[in-house]
Nanobody
């Protein structure tokens, strides 16, 4: 079993940046699609970004394109989400997730999940 631990969340002002990290232990996830999801109160869990096992392919939600960048360091078993130009609507709990044989945005297809990290953006 793999354990995912997110870090880097916090309270920032609109326009600021944050970098989230997701460290995996217990199993290498170097051959997994990794993704970041977020969930705001009263809303469904949304796929924000995902990255292929090699890092060559990435995908983003339209709402974050051009502002967020997902990356991974397989040697460190870590995935990152660089978030720039943050907006109040980016406020949510952000989750890291991994999938072995799936590369899409359906959260139910991801096997491993972290506990989440809160991101709050004030206006």
């Amino acid at each position: 079993q793999a354990q995912l631990v997110e870090s880097g969340g916090g309270l920032v002002q609109a326009g600021d940046s944050l970098r989230l990290s997701c460290a995996a232990s217990g199993r290498t996830l170097s051959n997994y699609t990794m993704a970041w999801f977020r969930q705001a109160p009263g809303k469904e869990r949304e796929n924000v970004a995902r990255i292929s096992w090699s890092g060559e392919t990435t995908a983003y939600a339209d709402s974050v394109k051009g502002r967020f960048t997902i990356s991974r360091d397989n040697a460190r078993n870590t995935v990152y989400l660089q978030m720039n130009s943050l907006k109040p609507e980016d406020t949510a709990v952000y989750y890291c997730a991994g999938a072995r044989t799936y590369s899409g945005s359906d959260y139910s297809r991801y096997h491993y999940w972290g506990q989440g990290t809160q991101v709050t953006v004030s206006s």
